[in-house]
């Protein structure tokens, strides 16, 4: 079964300072994706950032980069320059298959990121 | 694009009455998902279709829940008869393929009294 789990509740950073969300995950299907959603107090969901389990490099957007360690089973969100409006919710999700023909994307439980001026 | 558009944005209804939450994927998208996102559960999919059939339903939690896509256009979650504790943002989300990145739509709070 795949499990993804998010340590940190909540974080605080300064604004302009680079924070880390962490994210690992399980799951015995060797083709997999892991994705980043932010969910800012509106309440919708707003896709950051993929990272396949085949790619080599690091997933960059923008100011977003995705820390993939394969080995370790880890995936973390690095977030630089950090901005008022970065404060939200941030959700790590995984794509893999779960038997029967189905593929599922299972969600963490999120980490409450406050900016702070 | 108009993006995925659910419809209503917020709903209130009593116990036991029926309650249908509407769904307009983006053209193209052959994936649908339905999720619902709670306090004590975070984010749990519901079920998803493929191309207009449902594929995984397991995540329905019970009999009351029933979804339907009828076309490659609209998909509606229906629950009937309502519970209060099926109070919940319920999120449709739609991909042009399993591989990347889910387009969600705004959700619709639903608080069932």
């Known amino acids: 079964a795949q499990k993804i789990t998010q340590t940190q509740p909540g974080m605080f950073v300064q604004e302009k300072e680079a924070v880390t969300l962490d994210c690992t995950y399980d799951?015995?299907?060797?083709?997999?994706?892991l994705f980043w959603y932010k969910q800012p107090s509106s309440g919708e969901m707003i896709f950051l950032i993929y990272q396949g389990s085949y790619d080599q490099q690091n997933a960059t957007e923008g100011r977003y980069s995705l820390n993939f360690q394969k080995a370790r089973k880890s995936a973390n969100l690095v977030i630089s320059a950090s901005q008022l409006g970065d404060s939200a919710m941030y959700f790590c999700?995984?794509?893999?298959?779960?038997?029967?023909?189905?593929?599922?994307?299972?969600f963490g439980k999120g980490t409450k990121l406050s900016v702070i001026p | 694009d108009a993006g995925v558009i659910q419809s209503p944005r917020h709903e209130v209804t009593e116990m036991g009455q029926e309650v249908t939450l509407r769904c307009k994927p983006i053209s193209g998208h052959d994936y649908l998902f339905w999720y619902r996102q709670t306090m004590m559960r975070g984010l749990e999919l519901l079920i998803y279709f493929n191309n207009n059939v449902p594929i995984d339903d397991s995540g329905m939690p019970e009999d009351r829940f029933s979804a339907k896509m009828p076309n490659a256009s609209f998909s509606t979650l229906k629950i009937q008869p309502s519970e209060p504790r099926d109070s919940a943002v319920y999120f449709c989300?739609?991909?042009?393929?399993?591989?990347?990145?889910?387009?969600f739509g705004s959700g619709t709070r639903l608080t069932v009294v």
């Open positions: 989300a739609s991909s042009r393929t399993f591989l990347y990145g889910y387009t």
């Open positions: 799951t015995s299907d060797p083709s997999y994706g």
């Open positions: 999700a995984m794509r893999a298959y779960s038997g029967a023909g189905s593929y599922q994307l299972t």
